[in-house]
């Protein structure tokens, strides 16, 4: 009796200890999309998780990660900060180490969290600009360009365009009336100061639904330059509004949020020669998407609908988590299994001139820079399909570089 | 049988006035409090920060828009101002050297100030106009924390909580976050269970109910009223500066949006206008049944090998919670306070039904 009992416990362990076994042979690696498809980003946060999907997908087809799958799990936080540290909590206890919110409210909100505990935020393109000082923001990756580094850029492609000298040049900046578009207004304020510009600012209340008073006004002050800060739906009114005030499309320089949804509401002609600060390359001719158009949607294995790839918010997700993955692959080729969010953070910041194959400005991470160098370019709209004006461009490093300094400044001061 | 009202006499004034005359109400007031107090090793860690920590403060605040919405009738949709008001004035003084306790304390004042001087303006009007112009100090705070860079913290509107100090004594553990926002909450539920009974609560119900039938029996309709705003304020003040210390650990002005306002007034309207423990099934319903059906439904989806794309996955919930609402207010449109009330008041005589007869 004894023995059966003996033998029926080490029967146990062995079966536990292959298990265990087994699963650190097949342990995936991690991506907690704590994201909002349900609320206010959702005219985003699709294409993105798809993006995530289908590349994870190409990859784990390839064997992952250096042998490790990759597992992308996506939930909904519907852009309210506390769901947002639910999943995060929740996630975290479940041993996941990289987590990506891509919402500028819960960002902040999982923050303090993520800097307490030691794990890895991804936050491109949302969240504090200034994270991307890696001396303060020591577990925050906002790889991609600030909005201060992509407003100083566009300036940079005006300066260009009038042959080197901004005196006497109007600018106009069209803004919500909230966080998100007043950030870039003291970079403006500064380049404006030294580079003698006119700087007109333009706020429009939330939801931005009217900004009929606003045009007027711009069409009063006939700026040479409009550079938009609006989101989705606020960029169609504009369109209108200008169409009606007779202001030429190509004074218009948007924010990189602007995608095919956005042109095929405005129409796709009407759109003809407004510009954007780009971030990433669109269109479906790179070799990866035409990879997972072939691998993925041409065997229906797509991780969602095939239209949502035609819109460059599906290559922003896509360079997103070329970054993310290829930080994630350096972390395990130097550090090995299992992964540490330190590792990780190693991992990050050896990233050098990757540029995703060319959909990307080459990044380069370094300890002390998580931004990866700000290269932002400006692309015109043809009428069919985007055509770059400029070559990547990291402009005014030195005012950007003070800005994210006296902001990270105030955060290493008070979070002691 | 269950609430045995059998043996209770009222032979004297203090037994007549007492909060819990029936037994079995004062055991589960025990066991209730016993499982608060225990919390910390009764809950998962996830449980009790992200469930049962951010609940009680809403709690607190829900309660504290109940004085106002369910004792005095008073409209309200401004409350979420109110609390980041307190919140705000709360970080700043902290991070100007004051110590916690009266920076809280100060965040609450602050709170009431300003609702006072925007009470005074507001009610003049009643009913409909009176909700509006509430919505108004929503908006203006919205406006004002936006765009004064010295309150929002500048370009990126977060201003991070420094640690909080209990005492010169520096509370970060789990358990000791919980249990200052449990003691928060428990005060502000002793404070409301007391008010009912005092002449400040009776006349509160008598301006709800008809204001100037209130002014003709000596109750100052406008008087009272002020009070319920500011009495009310230090508690939405006071619970947003909780919030920020013990929940959020930074405050940015979406934390207090509008958005939030409307919540608000979702869990004290689900739960039940004045009642106590309504507020806290309303500020669980509100709070935390999203996440929990959307992870149910998540689940289910898993089992049945449905494969359903993010996005539905995510709105399905939605339309689950929203339904859920309807329902609840359908079934008992005084809402799940009144529930717990309808099953107390069933097995108050149960199994002798004829008696209430």
Redesign the interface.
């Known amino acids: 009796m004894k023995k059966t009992w003996i033998s029926t416990l080490a029967g146990a362990v062995m079966l536990l200890a292959g298990q265990a076994a087994l699963a650190q042979k097949a342990e995936p690696v991690r991506f907690a999309l704590c ?1 909002d ?2 609320k206010a980003y ?1 005219f985003v946060t ?1 294409q993105i ?2 993006a995530a999907k289908d590349y994870a997908d190409i990859l784990n087809a390839k064997g992952g990660i250096q042998g490790h799958k990759i597992e992308i799990i ?3 936080h ?1 852009n309210e ?3 947002g ?2 999943c995060y ?2 996630l975290k ?1 479940e041993g996941v180490m990289i987590f990506d919110t891509l919402s500028t ?1 819960v960002s ?2 999982v ?3 993520v800097m307490a505990d030691g794990n890895i935020l991804l936050q491109s393109f949302v969240g ?3 994270a991307i000082d890696g001396d303060v923001f020591k577990w925050i990756f906002p790889i991609g360009p600030t909005y201060w580094g992509q407003v100083a850029n566009d300036i940079q492609y005006i300066k260009n365009y009038h042959k080197g000298s901004l005196k006497g040049v109007k600018v106009g900046f069209v803004y919500p ?3 998100f578009g ?2 870039p ?2 970079v403006l304020k500064t380049l404006a100061a030294t580079e003698g510009f006119e700087l007109q600012l333009y706020p429009n209340p939330l939801p931005g639904k009217d900004q009929a008073a606003l045009w007027t006004q711009v069409r009063r002050a006939n700026p040479d330059w409009i550079i938009t800060w609006n989101l989705s739906a606020m960029h169609v009114v504009a369109a209108k509004e200008m169409k009606r005030n007779g202001i030429p499309m190509d004074k218009l320089i948007s924010v990189n949020w602007f995608n095919e949804v956005d042109i095929n509401n405005i129409g796709a002609a009407e759109a003809k020669g407004m510009k954007r600060g780009t971030n990433v390359v669109g269109g479906q001719n790179h070799p990866l998407i035409q990879q997972i158009l072939k691998d993925l949607y041409g065997k229906g294995k797509g991780n ?2 095939r239209k949502n790839l035609d819109d460059v918010y599906y290559n922003t997700g896509l360079a997103m988590y070329s970054v993310a993955f290829e930080g994630v692959r350096l972390a395990i080729k130097q550090g090995g299994w299992p992964l540490t969010p330190a590792k990780i953070k190693a991992g990050m910041e050896s990233l050098r001139n990757f540029d995703a194959n060319g959909l990307i400005a080459p990044v380069t991470v370094t300890a002390k820079d998580h931004g990866g160098g700000g290269k932002t370019r400006i692309d015109m709209w043809d009428g069919t399909k985007w055509t770059p004006q400029s070559d990547w461009i990291s402009a005014y490093g030195d005012v950007v570089e003070k ?1 994210i300094k ?2 990270s400044a ?2 290493a001061k ?2 002691k | 049988m269950l609430f045995r009202q059998a043996g209770i006499f009222h032979t004297d004034y203090a037994a007549d006035r007492a909060m819990f005359p029936i037994p079995l109400d004062r055991w589960m007031v025990g066991v209730l409090l016993a499982l608060g107090l225990a919390a910390p090793w009764v809950f998962s860690s996830l449980a009790l920060t992200s469930y049962v920590m951010p609940w009680l403060i809403w709690a607190a605040a829900a309660l504290g828009l109940n004085l106002i919405l369910g004792w005095a009738g008073q409209f309200h949709f401004g409350y979420a101002a109110i609390m980041g008001i307190g919140a705000y004035t709360a970080v700043h003084g902290v991070r100007a050297g004051i110590p916690w306790e009266i920076a809280v304390v100060l965040g609450g004042l602050m709170a009431t100030v300003v609702g006072i001087v925007f009470a005074f303006a507001a009610l003049r009007v009643k009913g409909l106009y009176l909700a509006l112009s509430t919505l108004a100090l929503q908006f203006v705070m919205d406006w004002v924390i936006s765009h004064v860079p010295a309150i929002s913290g500048g370009v990126s509107a977060t201003l991070q909580a420094p640690t909080l100090r209990l005492l010169g004594q520096q509370v970060t553990s789990e358990a000791g976050l919980y249990y200052v926002a449990l003691g928060w909450c428990l005060f502000v539920t002793v404070f409301m269970l007391n008010l009912r009974r005092t002449a400040l609560g009776r006349a509160l119900v008598a301006v709800r109910e008809k204001d100037f039938a209130a002014a003709v029996i000596g109750v100052q309709s406008f008087y009272y009223k002020l009070v319920a705003f500011a009495t009310s304020s230090f508690i939405g003040g006071v619970s947003g500066a909780i919030l920020v210390f013990t929940f959020y650990h930074a405050v940015t002005p979406e934390q207090f949006s509008v958005n939030v306002s409307i919540e608000l007034l979702a869990m004290v309207i689900v739960g039940g206008l004045a009642s106590i423990i309504g507020s806290y099934f309303g500020a669980a319903f509100i709070l935390l049944l999203p996440g929990q059906i959307n992870q149910l439904v998540a689940w289910t989806a898993k089992l049945m090998g449905a494969d359903i794309g993010v996005e539905t996955l995510a709105h399905i919930p939605q339309m689950v919670y929203g339904a859920l609402i309807i329902g609840v207010l359908l079934v008992e449109p005084m809402g799940l306070g009144k529930l717990y009330a309808n099953v107390r008041n069933y097995l108050l005589v149960w199994p002798f039904g004829y008696a209430r007869k």
């Open positions: 994201y498809l349900s959702t699709p998780v798809q996506a939930q909904d519907g900060p506390q769901r540290i639910e909590e929740k206890r409210p902040r909100a923050l303090p969290r504090r600009g200034d009336d909230y966080a007043q950030e207004i003291p969602g609908d800005v006296e902001q105030e955060f008070t979070s």
